[in-house]
């Protein structure tokens, strides 16, 4: 995926699903690789369950470059009902997701994007943790993300889904 985005020819990266934007731009961190790690809950015997949360907040993405800490968000409001996954505005019975970014070098000309879904509980502690991670083209994602957003947000969706679930 890498390779196909600005000044990313020859590179090589694991297969991934992508989505090309109309500028020709792809979706280099859409998949990488991504994982899911979460918490199992045991609950006491006698003890009464909390009622299953209403909901996701999908809460703020910090660290992302060009446009990505708005239009990460967005785009993830945008694909989580398309999975069956309630978004809400508010509410205190619900789960929030909150995205960070950040990008390291990795060579001459490249960087390496990772993304984290931290999935919180309604009392605040966390559920777990969607990542994904990719190496792209340096600079490659500081204009508007897109397409790329989009992608992100469909990557992240499914291990997201299992954490609220």
Request: charged share 15%; proline share 8%; aromatic share 2%.
């Amino acid at each position: 995926l890498a390779a196909n985005l600005p000044g990313g020819r020859g590179a090589k990266s694991p297969p991934a699903t992508a989505s090309s934007s109309p500028t020709g731009r792809t979706a280099a961190i859409a998949g990488g690789t991504a994982a899911a790690t979460g918490a199992a809950v045991a609950s006491k015997p006698g003890a009464s369950a909390a009622p299953t949360p209403s909901g996701v907040i999908v809460g703020s993405v910090t660290g992302a470059p060009g446009d990505g800490s708005r239009a990460l968000p967005a785009a993830l409001k945008k694909q989580l009902p398309r999975a069956g996954v309630k978004v809400v505005r508010r509410g205190t019975n619900v789960y929030t997701v909150n995205g960070t970014v950040k990008l390291t070098s990795a060579g001459t000309g490249k960087e390496t994007i990772r993304i984290d879904w931290r999935v919180m509980e309604p009392n605040g502690t966390t559920k777990g943790t969607v990542s994904q991670e990719n190496t792209i083209p340096k600079g490659s994602l500081n204009g508007p993300w897109g397409a790329i957003a989009d992608a992100a947000a469909s990557a992240a969706v499914p291990g997201i889904k299992k954490l609220v679930q």
